[in-house]
Nanobody
Framework: QVQLVESGGGLVQPGGSLRLSCAAS????????MGWYRQAPGKQRELVAH???????NYADSVKGRFTISMDNAKNTMYLQMNSLKPEDTAVYYC???????????????WGQGTQVTVSS
């Protein structure tokens, strides 16, 4: 089994910062990449940021320059540093990872349970 556990969400004022974490555990042979998605009420889930195992990153235009994704390969943990938060960043943030459980397995997508981020004064 593979588990993704997110933490770090909460309520913050506009202009504030939060740091999300996503820890992967269980039977992990290799992680090909990890990403953060978010879903606001009444909207589709969207990609926020993605990082490959070699450190390549990409961001949604709406968060470029404000959010930074990083990964600690030794801990199988991904982070999202969110600065200059805006009310439109309010959403449930989900962690995603493409993980191979063994040498003989194909890589599959796994999801965390989500963590709420609310930006409001």
């Amino acid at each position: 089994q593979v588990q993704l556990v997110e933490s770090g969400g909460g309520l913050v004022q506009p202009g504030g910062s939060l740091r999300l974490s996503c820890a992967a555990s269980g039977n992990i042979f290799s992680i090909y990449g990890m990403g953060w998605y978010r879903q606001a009420p009444g909207k589709q889930r969207e990609l926020v940021a993605h990082i490959t195992s070699s450190g390549g990153t990409n961001y949604a235009d709406s968060v470029k320059g404000r959010f930074t994704i990083s990964m600690d390969n030794a801990k199988n943990t991904m982070y999202l540093q969110m600065n200059s938060l805006k009310p439109e960043d309010t959403a449930v943030y989900y962690c995603n990872a493409k993980i191979r459980r063994s040498r003989s397995d194909y890589a599959l997508d796994y999801w965390g349970q989500g963590t709420q981020v609310t930006v409001s004064s």
